[in-house]
């Protein structure tokens, strides 16, 4: 028997969904909740706060319904025969992990909007979509069903809530790469971005990674589809199986007139590379603890560094191998990463195999205090599978290899520390234990400076900004001035008493909306006066900028010397 969900946009303007559930054999007493996590987010979001006049009614009778916890119901059938819920759902979030709905537009992530019936989780589920206003379409990568009209099916309720919708008058576009049909849908993008790049660049980033895992075999899907929503400033998104839910900034899309990929598109290029990487990684090929969610509570793995980071490691070098950018920009971008990492005390403090542990309390609920006290699973992630790639190489194999040998062995298992290690030890030919010890569960640094020379790359120090050197993150160009947002541990900043949420004013009697420009007059060494606003109250500090200035790392090819071989395997002729 089928779960069958009815959603239609209840108010465009009020931003209310409403959904109907029907259970043709309920239990006598049906349990029914909503997730409190998107699978993908780790943060416990709550959901069914925005649950609003859940009812029941079975055989024309109305049924009581009894909230169990924050996020459960419990309704008491007396009868056989179907049973009707219906409520409605507040939404007004524009992020790709919960559900929005406006005049212009409607999108909505299962695990926000639809039920799950206890005891019902494997069954066949339909879900059809009514009372669109007239010009809306829908794209969707859940499979219709034949012969009627908007309306879809899932075999599962885990399906069922894996597919995003996205609703309204969007531009799409289609493509074919690797034996896989290519959907990717756009909205809110400005007139006249350049529809075509945006395909033709896509279409040559997803064939190079379905070649990466599968050659040319075909990928353990046939239809995928990109859903992009363009918004004045924003980057991020949500990997599904068989789709990507993506907002970026709306300046971020090519123009027909740019001759040149910008930083925002190639930006954006990345997060489309990451997500769509995950179809393999994290989607298919999973942590063991993922193999069952419980989407009652957080679901606890120490593996997220290398899920997020080697997925994080790919997205960009995928760029390179698909053509889309040269060996000095991804060197610039790598860099970009490494800097990212080195700046923040945390790393020093945590883990990648902590943070992993961590993400539910900290990484998503970053504060003025994350970058002393945390380290980005995503970047030194990336940094660790950098790492990890050059080792391997050096012995004649890849990373490439090992997430191959992955794949073939732990797609239907899920993957522990000791399968990645096992992996990595059958591509170099030798136990990797040590470096996983070292660089998962360890505070060092990585050897990174080390091996990037023996792959012929150049590690050179140029000074930072003088935020950097006093330990500063700013946010520059509000109205009144300078933010502090963070202040770094052990930095000079923290020693004189700034404060993160004090504004800056003034530099030695200077007002200032740029905070470097004080480096036309300090020197490394000497003492500056700061006039901070602090809880309404002026107050001074006297801060010495250190001698030696804070650095930061370019990275270059090696000139003075022919390509090596690890090199030319690595980042190509």
Known sequence: MTLKYRVEPADLHGHRFGVTLTIPDPAAEQVVSLPVWAPGSYLVREFARHVIGLSAEQGGQALAVEPLDKSSWCVRAPRRGKLTLRYELHAFDRSVRTAFLDASRGFFNGPALLLRVHGREHRACELALTGLPRGWKVATSMPAVAGRRATWSAPDYDALIDHPFEMGTPWRGNFRAGGVDFEFVVSGAWPGFDAERLLADTRRLCAAQIALWHGRAQPP?????????????????????????????????????????????????????????????????????????????????????????????????????????????YLKLLAKTLNGVLAAPGRQVQSVAQASFDAWIKFYRSDENSPNATVNYYSKGALLALALDLTLRGAGASLDDTMRLLWQRHVET?????????????????????????????????????????????????????????????????VSGVQVK????????????????????????????????????????????????????????????????????????????????????????
Request: hydrophobic share 45%; proline share 3%.
């Open 414 to 478: 899920g993957v522990t520390e000791a399968d990645v290690g096992q992996a990595l030890a059958d591509a170099a030919g030798r136990s990797l234990a040590a470096e996983l010890q070292d660089w998962v569960h360890g505070t060092g640094d990585l050897p990174l400076q080390t091996l990037l020379a023996a792959a012929g790359v150049t590690w050179r120090d140029q000074a930072a900004g003088l935020a950097a050197s006093l330990g500063l993150r700013l946010s520059e160009g509000v």
């Open 221 to 329: 899907f046939k239809r995928y589809v990109f859903m992009l929503h363009a918004v004045d400033d924003g980057y991020g998104g949500l990997e599904h199986r068989h789709s990507t839910a993506l907002f970026a900034a709306r300046r971020d899309l090519p123009r027909v007139e740019d001759k040149e990929r910008s930083d925002g598109y190639v930006g954006l290029l990345g997060l489309i590379s990451h997500e769509f990487f995950h179809s393999w990684n994290v989607m298919r090929l999973r942590p063991r603890e993922f193999l069952r969610l419980d989407y009652t509570r957080e679901n606890y793995t120490r593996l997220l560094w290398f899920f997020e980071g080697v997925t994080s490691y790919y997205d960009d070098l995928m760029l390179l191998r698909a053509g889309l950018i040269d060996a000095p920009r």
């Open 486 to 573: 963070q202040v770094l541990r052990g930095s000079a900043a923290e020693a004189a008493g700034v404060a993160p949420g004090d504004e800056l004013l003034a530099v030695d009697g200077w007002r200032i909306r740029r905070f470097d420009d004080a480096r036309q007059w300090t020197r490394p060494g000497a003492a500056l006066e700061l006039l901070l606003a602090r809880d309404q109250r002026i107050l001074r500090c006297r801060v010495v900028a250190p001698a030696a200035a804070a650095t930061t790392v370019v990275l270059g090819m090696d000139s003075a010397t022919p390509p090596s071989a690890v090199r030319t395997a690595w980042l190509g002729a």
